[in-house]
């Protein structure tokens, strides 16, 4: 049996889900081909007549699968570092979106920005989360808010991919918040993402989900479900930043267009979670927001725990709530705040997160037939990888079966 490469003497977190917790393997080798997992298993397994054009060995050492960041905003122009100050002094996120802030802020640095600066400024972010171990990544529009400078974005994007080992799934965000020039005839908005953004998207192949922000300073449920029928109108899925800020029906929402997944959450109620879990819609929790916003409200946890709804971890990394470019220290504030458990924690950050990305049939585990994405750690517990905050335990990082 002929590989092109094999590791051997690890202890392997194989997320696999026909297997308990983090369906650990003892002692155990993982080989690919032509960028898959071909075999996986114990040592002692192993074929008898087993070669492989390159072995490495584990010494031990923790294997999962790479990581997958399922929500951020990594490509943005600018920073917001003097909104940050301002809610220092203790103006708040709503406050300063009011004044013309915030989101908007950044859009007008990205819309001034071309598609080279916007992939300059997201590699540097990019490489940092590649850094610890990340070989997915999901990132938004949602900066642009026209036609030219929602394309560039995605474009932008879809560039990443090519230009680093990893996989980038891109997500149409232009219902973010509703631009100036149409702050008084917001149903136009809602008409031009649905007859010109989301149709142009479409046709560029640039968009892989579409995705909205459900919340009293941006979009009304109403709002949401035009641009959530335009999305399946064209055989898009969607997912939603539902009840963030406000309780406002989003994980319903979600659930009722059978979205991937609803994302924050912090004011979701019991008739949420449970719709959520009717629905298979997985939740994404962003610890990142809720720290940097000084959130009081922490999701309901044990709601989701009791629905049985899936949850998954990411950073939302954006520069206004959560300027956050660690995918480990959002798994140490999601145990630490949220109180997941180190299983929940790195389950949701590979295969629950793969579940939210509409890719569990190629990503998020390590199973015969799926991408050979593997993160190597020099650590030996699962528990390391939440446990160190700023400490990067990462040993090595493999991109379809290749060492990167
Ligand atoms: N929720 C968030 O936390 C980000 N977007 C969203 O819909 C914030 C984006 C920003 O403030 O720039
Ligand atoms: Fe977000």
């Known amino acids: 049996m002929g590989f092109d490469r094999l590791w051997r003497g690890g202890r392997l977190a194989t997320m696999a889900p026909d297997r308990a917790g983090l369906g650990l393997i003892e002692d155990g080798a993982v080989a690919t081909r032509d960028g898959r997992i071909a075999w996986i298993g114990a040592v002692a397994d192993l074929p008898r007549d087993v070669t492989a054009d390159e072995v490495i060995e584990l010494d031990g050492r923790l294997v999962t699968p790479g990581l997958i960041d399922c929500h951020t905003h990594l490509v943005f122009a600018g920073d917001r570092a003097d909104e940050f100050e301002m ?5 708040t996120y709503e406050t300063i979106a009011a004044a013309g802030g915030g989101i908007l802020s950044t859009v007008r640095n990205t819309r001034a920005a071309s598609q080279d600066q916007l992939v300059a400024t997201a590699l540097e972010r990019l490489d940092r989360l590649m850094a610890e171990g990340v070989t997915a990544i999901e990132v938004k529009s949602g900066y642009g808010l026209n036609l030219d400078s929602e394309l560039k974005m995605l474009r932008a994007a879809r560039a990443l991919g090519e230009l680093r080992k990893v996989e980038v799934v891109t997500s149409l965000l232009a219902a973010h ?21 989301l149709p142009a998207a479409v046709r560029e192949g640039l968009a892989d989900s579409v995705d909205a922000f459900c919340e009293t300073s941006a979009f009304s449920p109403a709002e949401v479900r035009r641009v959530f029928e335009a999305a399946r109108a064209h055989g898009l899925p969607v997912r939603l930043h539902a009840d963030q800020r406000t309780a406002g029906g989003g994980a ?27 629905a298979g819609c997985v939740a994404v929790l962003l610890p990142g927001a809720f720290y940097a916003l000084r959130d009081e409200t922490a999701p309901p946890i044990t709601l989701f725990r009791e629905a049985g709804v899936r949850m998954a971890v990411a950073t939302d990394c954006n520069p206004g709530s959560s300027p956050l470019t660690s995918i480990l220290t959002a798994l140490n504030l999601s145990v630490i705040l949220f109180g997941l458990t180190v299983e929940e924690a790195l389950l949701g950050v590979t295969r629950e997160a793969a579940r939210a990305l509409g890719r569990f049939d190629r990503l998020g585990s390590l199973e015969v037939g799926k991408a050979c994405d593997l993160a190597i750690w020099d650590a030996t517990r699962p528990v390391e990888l939440a446990y160190w905050l700023g400490r990067n335990p990462l040993r090595s990082r493999v991109f379809r079966g290749e060492m990167v």
């Open 87 to 91: 809610r220092l002094r203790g103006e």
């Open 177 to 197: 918040t509703v631009p100036p020039e149409y702050r008084d005839d917001r149903a136009a908005y809602v008409a031009l993402i649905v007859d010109a953004i």
């Open 252 to 278: 319903g929402l979600a659930a009722e267009f059978g979205a991937l997944s609803a994302d924050h959450l912090e004011r979701t109620d019991a008739a949420g979670a449970a719709a959520m879990a009717a």
